[in-house]
């Protein structure tokens, strides 16, 4: 656990458990990890609230989504954020955030990137500290979901890349890779609609007020989620879109293929009729048996073929 404590107008403090209070004018912020299973032991006789015990079990859930509910006492958030080390295969895990009136206690996994970027910022850049517990839960949720707006550009790339090859007839790019980027984008998408849904259900009944310039900022939070949302959607579009536009010019390949053995067929059809009929068994056949006969059939020959090629040439079949 670690707690820090943010003083009425000057810059945050981290303190062990022992000094954990909140301090006048002030608020408090508990950090727990996923591994501390009894985390209530400890934040409960700071925060002086006891905590549901489902409200525990959520927070330790490692694939609870995101989700609001309130007591009389505080206010639980559940956001899920992007696990970076995941790569291609986007993993998430969800942040616990209980809100009290001047404490905020996280539930975090072990390897949190946002909430660690927040702490780093605090304690070692110069900012604003922020003013309350609401203002500090913001900090964080925007840190999560700019990792989420991090990977536009990488998923946008990607998308592009495949276009081109899918493109190309001749490619025997994988469509599995093409799949399992559709897939990505419809989690992505499910997610943004969850986190939306999340914080829209706690600003509309939350129990503390928010200042005006708070609520703005929260506003713009939603919007970015909605912008994920909507660049997820989009992009499933495009993905399916390019998956006609492969299989459409494979048929087009195809349909160019036969024509042009069709073509063959039709030509050479004739020239095989012709000695067929000069492969005949019969005693007698007509210059069969002169001395230029084969070289009449075979010039003949040529010039029905020649003749064949350009009427289908003229005809554009080919």
């Known amino acids: 656990m670690e707690a820090f404590v943010f003083p009425s107008g000057a810059p945050p403090e981290s303190v062990g458990a022992a000094q954990a209070t909140v301090p006048p004018g002030g608020f408090l912020w508990l950090d727990f990890s996923h591994e501390e299973a009894d985390w209530p032991t400890v934040a409960e006789p700071i925060t002086g609230v006891r905590f549901?015990?489902?409200?525990?079990?959520?927070?330790?859930?490692?694939?609870?989504?995101?989700f609001y509910d309130n007591?009389?006492?505080?206010?639980?958030?559940?956001?899920?954020?992007?696990?970076?080390?995941?790569?291609?295969?986007?993993?998430?895990?969800?942040?616990?955030?209980?809100?009290?009136?001047?404490?905020?206690?996280?539930?975090?996994?072990?390897?949190?990137?946002?909430?660690?970027?927040?702490?780093?910022?605090?304690?070692?850049?110069?900012?604003?500290?922020?003013?309350?517990p609401m203002a500090l839960m913001q900090l964080i949720l925007n840190a999560m979901v700019d990792g989420f707006l991090a990977m536009r550009e990488p998923l946008a790339a990607r998308a592009e890349q495949w276009a081109e090859a899918l493109l190309d007839p001749r490619n025997r790019e994988d469509l599995r890779h093409i799949m399992q980027h559709r897939s990505v984008l419809r989690r992505l998408e499910s997610l943004s609609e969850e986190q939306e849904d999340a914080v829209i259900g706690w600003r509309d009944n939350q129990r503390l007020p928010m200042e005006e310039q708070l609520d703005v900022r929260y506003t713009d939070l939603v919007e970015h989620i909605r912008r994920i949302s909507r660049f997820a959607s989009h992009q499933q579009k495009e993905v399916?879109?390019?998956?006609?536009?492969?299989?459409?010019?494979?048929?087009?390949?195809?349909?160019?293929?036969?024509?042009t053995l069709t073509v063959v067929s039709a030509v050479?059809?004739?020239?095989?009729?012709?000695?067929g009929i000069f492969g005949m068994n019969f005693e007698y056949v007509r210059e069969l048996h002169t001395h230029t006969g084969f070289y009449v059939t075979l010039g003949g020959m040529a010039a029905l073929a020649a003749i064949l090629l350009l009427f289908f040439r003229l005809k554009r079949w080919f």
């Open 268 to 275: 050479i059809l004739p020239l095989n009729l012709i000695a």
């Open 52 to 66: 549901h015990d489902r409200h525990v079990n959520d927070s330790l859930n490692p694939a609870h989504p995101s």
């Open 71 to 132: 007591t009389g006492d505080y206010d639980m958030l559940v956001f899920r954020s992007h696990v970076p080390e995941s790569g291609e295969a986007f993993f998430t895990h969800p942040s616990t955030f209980f809100l009290l009136d001047r404490v905020l206690v996280t539930v975090r996994p072990p390897r949190s990137h946002s909430i660690a970027a927040v702490r780093q910022r605090l304690m070692h850049q110069p900012m604003r500290a922020p003013a309350n």
């Open 240 to 259: 399916e879109n390019l998956i006609q536009l492969h299989f459409s010019a494979i048929s087009t390949r195809t349909n160019e293929i036969m024509s």
